[in-house]
């Protein structure tokens, strides 16, 4: 139930609290740099002595630490910024409450100029769930508070406080939503993200496998014929991986560009976990499919692809020679697999 208050108070005493990751920005900060993490040893191991150190929060404050971000070219929807911009016009105290590391809220906070508090992850204390609330209400006062939230997770800050706004509107916070001070507006379908994220066009790129073919004048053999095409949709599902895989690591350097900034995950379409369930799901489905077509021929070669694709989108890129020569290299396996299905009895 919510918290009491007098039904009598001036709405304009009730703060304001606003979460970050997927309410104020269209993504996950956190997750975002987790990934952007692998391509530095450095990191990676801060990261690791973080969660030894400090569990979760210890985590958090590592990528804050040893993997940057810029505040101003992350994310943010238009909407809740807009609300919370009119609640301080209108007198309003307004805290920024979010799980992700304080620097990273403080980072955020000082972009935007809109909040006269935070409340944020610390070393040691991971402020999510019931210790996130229990720091509102100590901040919130007697006036009760307003929360605007977008996950699950919220659903107990929603529970208590006296207003509620939504970014998004989990299936289990339906019920609350009919009296919302803020519903979300409508976004880009996930499937059509997914779809632009997996960059079809791209696909052309696979039509080398058929070129032993072509040379062979086979394509008229049903047989080889069908095992190629297992080759040529293998390696597209492997492909539209890397290029999700590629543009979540480069994520800020394509909010850096005027046209790269409307990509899927750099206009917040689509999160980094969700981008990476989707990419692992691709690569095992591109295994899966080249093992069916052409047995472990096949998926060997798909194997080397996908290491050597996945160690140029991490490391081997920041080289021009290195990068260069791998990107030659790629195009030469598809070749290869195409030649080597068609040795297949």
Request: with cysteine; glycine share 8%.
């Amino acid at each position: 139930m919510p918290d009491t208050v007098d039904p009598h108070s001036d709405p304009a005493a009730i703060p304001l609290f606003v979460d970050m990751d997927g309410t104020l920005l269209r993504t996950d900060v956190a997750q975002e740099l987790l990934l952007r993490s692998f391509k530095s040893p450095a990191a990676l191991c801060a990261v690791l002595s973080g969660g030894v150190s400090h569990g979760v929060s210890g985590v958090k404050r590592a990528l804050s630490e040893k993997t940057g971000f810029r505040a101003d070219l992350l994310p943010y929807d238009a909407d809740v910024l807009d609300y919370v911009k009119k609640a301080r016009w209108d007198g309003r105290r307004v805290v920024l409450a979010t799980a992700a590391d304080s620097k990273v809220a403080r980072a955020v906070a000082d972009h935007t100029g809109v909040f006269d508090d935070m409340i944020a992850t610390e070393p040691g204390r991971n402020m999510k769930g019931a210790a996130k609330l229990a720091a509102i209400r100590d901040a919130a006062g007697p006036e009760g508070f307003e929360y605007l939230g977008d996950s699950t997770a919220d659903l107990p800050i929603w529970r208590a406080a006296r207003l509620r706004g939504f970014a998004a509107i989990p299936a289990r916070a339906r019920d609350m939503a009919g009296e919302a001070t803020l519903l979300p507006r409508r976004r880009a379908p996930f499937w059509s993200a997914l779809l632009r994220a997996m960059r079809p066009a791209h696909w052309a790129l696979n039509l080398f496998v058929f070129l032993p073919l072509l040379f062979a004048n086979l394509y008229t053999d049903p047989a080889d014929l069908m095992r190629v095409l297992g080759a040529f949709v293998a390696f597209s599902l492997c492909a539209s991986a890397i290029c999700m895989i590629g543009a979540m690591l480069d994520v800020e350097a394509d909010r850096a560009d005027a046209v790269r900034r409307k990509g899927p995950f750099a206009a917040g379409d689509l999160t980094p976990k969700a981008g990476g369930a989707a990419a692992l799901l691709l690569m095992l489905a591109g295994l899966g499919t080249g093992l069916g077509a052409a047995g472990w021929v096949l998926g060997l070669v798909l194997g080397v692809y996908l290491i050597a694709a996945l160690a140029h989108a991490l490391w081997l890129k920041s080289s021009p020679v290195i990068g260069a020569v791998v990107l030659v290299l790629l195009v030469a396996l598809r070749i290869v697999a195409g030649a080597a299905v068609q040795l297949l009895p």
